[in-house]
């Protein structure tokens, strides 16, 4: 079997926006409505991965500029 290419952030949140559509639709069999309903919380954690990496890197380079850390609450 091929490794899968990890897809960028927008890639994983385009494809997660057309699962949820697909699901939403309905006139899924059971089946197909588990197999989209599983690939979307694996984009969806996809995605979280990539948005916690940027908040990584902006909290690396706020503190390289003496500013402070931005924090989880805090929006960008």
Do not use: H, N
Not at 14 to 28: N, Q
Not at 41 to 70: I, N, S
């Amino acid at each position: 079997m091929a490794e899968e290419k990890t897809p960028s952030y927008e890639q994983a949140r385009e494809e997660l926006t057309e699962v949820v559509r697909r699901l939403e639709a309905g006139g899924l069999t059971l089946e197909e409505s588990i197999e989209l309903w599983e690939r979307g919380e694996r984009l969806a954690a996809l995605c979280e991965e990539w948005l916690q990496g940027a908040r990584v890197k902006l909290a690396a380079a706020m503190a390289q500029r003496g500013r402070p850390d931005p924090g989880g609450d805090e929006p960008f």
